[in-house]
C-alpha cells in the first residue's frame, strides 16, 4: 500500500508512550516507518521528558507526515500518555508500541491479515524476542497460546504491549485505566465483555530488557499482578490465589523465573 492519505477503515494507529528514551526512540519510530503495510499513523506522546526524547521524534515527522508528536507539559504516566493518544487518534485498529521496544517489516501486514480471517477476533497479539539494551537477541522466540478467553489470560498474561492489537469497529471505544499495568488491565476488560483474542504465531516484534528498569524485580510484578486481580478485577480471594498460581507456574516455565520487565506482565 502507498503513503497516500488512508481510510479511516484501514488506518492503524500506533500508539507510542515516550519519556527519557533518547537512545532507543529512534529505533523503535524507524521500526514503524519500514513496515510492509503503511496505512498507519504514529502517534508518539511525549510525557515532559527532560533528555532529547521529543526533537528526536519532531525530526521524523518533520519528515514523514503520519508521525504525529504530542507534547505533554507534566508527567502523567504510561496510561494517561496512552489516553492523550487514543483521543487524537483516528484509525479503526489500535497497535501499541513501547518507545524502546521494535517491530519487524511485517508485523502490521500480518497480523491484520489474521484478524480479517476471522470476524470474531477484536484483540489480537504476536510472538517476539527479548533483546537487550545493545539490541542483541537473548533468546529464542516467546510462546504464545493460540487465543485467549478472559478466565485464560487471567492465568497466563501473555499479551505483551507491543504486540496487542485493537479492532476499535468491533470492541468500541476503549480507555486505560491508571493502573500500573494498564495494558494488562484493558486487555481483561476487553475480554470479560466476551471479545475474542487471536495469538499470531510469528515472531514480529522486539522486547527491550532494560537493566535500570524498577519493574524488572520480580517480586514487584507478582505484587502488580495480584493487585490488577484484586483491586481492578475484584476477583475473590480464593479466585485470585487459583489464578496467581498459574501465573506463576508459567512465568517460571517461560522465563526462568524472570516475572516482568517493564511496564508489562509476564508472558
Same mark, same amino acid.
Given at each position: 500500500?502507498g503513503?497516500?492519505?488512508?481510510t479511516v477503515?484501514?488506518l492503524?494507529?500506533v500508539?507510542?508512550p515516550?519519556y527519557?528514551?533518547e537512545?532507543?526512540?529512534g529505533?523503535?519510530v524507524?521500526?514503524? %516507518?519500514?513496515?510492509?503495510?503503511e496505512?498507519f499513523?504514529l502517534?508518539?506522546?511525549?510525557?515532559a !521528558?527532560s533528555?532529547?526524547?521529543? /526533537?528526536?521524534?519532531?525530526s521524523? +515527522?518533520?519528515?514523514? &507526515?503520519?508521525?504525529?508528536l504530542?507534547?505533554?507539559?507534566?508527567?502523567?504516566?504510561?496510561a494517561?500518555a496512552r489516553?492523550?493518544?487514543?483521543?487524537?487518534?483516528? &484509525?479503526?485498529?489500535?497497535a501499541?508500541l /513501547?518507545? /524502546?521496544?521494535?517491530w519487524l517489516?511485517?508485523? %502490521?501486514?500480518?497480523q491484520?491479515?489474521?484478524?480479517?480471517? #476471522?470476524p #470474531?477476533v477484536?484483540?489480537s497479539?504476536?510472538?517476539f524476542r527479548?533483546? /537487550? $539494551?545493545?539490541? +542483541?537477541?537473548?533468546?529464542?522466540?516467546?510462546?504464545?497460546p493460540?487465543?485467549? #478467553?478472559?478466565?485464560g489470560?487471567?492465568?497466563?498474561?501473555?499479551?505483551?504491549? !507491543?504486540?496487542?492489537?485493537?479492532?476499535?469497529?468491533?470492541?468500541?471505544?476503549f480507555?486505560m485505566k491508571?493502573?500500573?499495568? #494498564?495494558?494488562?488491565?484493558?486487555?481483561?476488560?476487553?475480554?470479560?465483555r466476551g471479545?475474542?483474542?487471536?495469538?499470531?504465531?510469528r515472531d514480529?516484534?522486539?522486547?527491550?530488557?532494560r537493566?535500570g528498569?524498577?519493574s524488572?524485580?520480580k517480586?514487584?510484578?507478582?505484587?502488580?499482578?495480584?493487585?490488577?486481580y484484586?483491586?481492578?478485577?475484584r476477583l475473590?480471594?480464593?479466585?485470585?490465589?487459583w489464578c496467581?498460581?498459574?501465573?506463576g507456574?508459567?512465568a517460571?516455565?517461560?522465563?526462568?523465573?524472570a516475572m516482568? $520487565?517493564?511496564?508489562?506482565?509476564d508472558?
Open positions: 500500500m503513503k497516500g492519505a488512508p477503515s484501514s492503524v494507529s500508539i507510542t515516550a527519557g528514551v537512545a532507543f526512540i529505533a523503535s524507524s521500526s514503524v %516507518l519500514a513496515q510492509t503495510y496505512d499513523e502517534l508518539v506522546v511525549d510525557d !521528558s533528555d532529547a526524547t521529543a /526533537d528526536i521524534v519532531e521524523f +515527522a518533520a519528515r514523514d &507526515g503520519r508521525v504525529r504530542i507534547r505533554k507539559l507534566q508527567n502523567g504516566g504510561p494517561e489516553n492523550t493518544a487514543l483521543d487524537a487518534s483516528r &484509525g479503526r485498529y489500535v501499541f /513501547d518507545s /524502546d521496544d521494535l517489516p511485517e508485523k %502490521l501486514q500480518v491484520l491479515a489474521a484478524m480479517a480471517a #476471522d #470474531d477484536a484483540v497479539y504476536t510472538s527479548k533483546i /537487550d $539494551e545493545s539490541g +542483541a537477541l537473548l533468546g529464542p522466540p516467546i510462546s504464545i493460540r487465543q485467549l #478467553d478472559y478466565r489470560l487471567l492465568k497466563n498474561t501473555a499479551i505483551v504491549t !507491543s504486540t496487542g492489537m485493537v479492532d476499535r469497529q468491533r470492541t468500541g471505544p480507555r491508571r493502573t500500573f499495568y #494498564d495494558d494488562y488491565a484493558l486487555w481483561l476488560e476487553l475480554l470479560r471479545h475474542k483474542a487471536m495469538g499470531v504465531r514480529l516484534a522486539r522486547y527491550r530488557v537493566s528498569s524498577w524488572r524485580n517480586f514487584n510484578s507478582a505484587r502488580h499482578v495480584w493487585n490488577t484484586r483491586q481492578v478485577e475473590g480471594l480464593l479466585d485470585s490465589a496467581f498460581a498459574h501465573y507456574v508459567n517460571v516455565r517461560k522465563h526462568g523465573g516482568g $520487565e517493564k511496564n508489562d506482565p508472558v
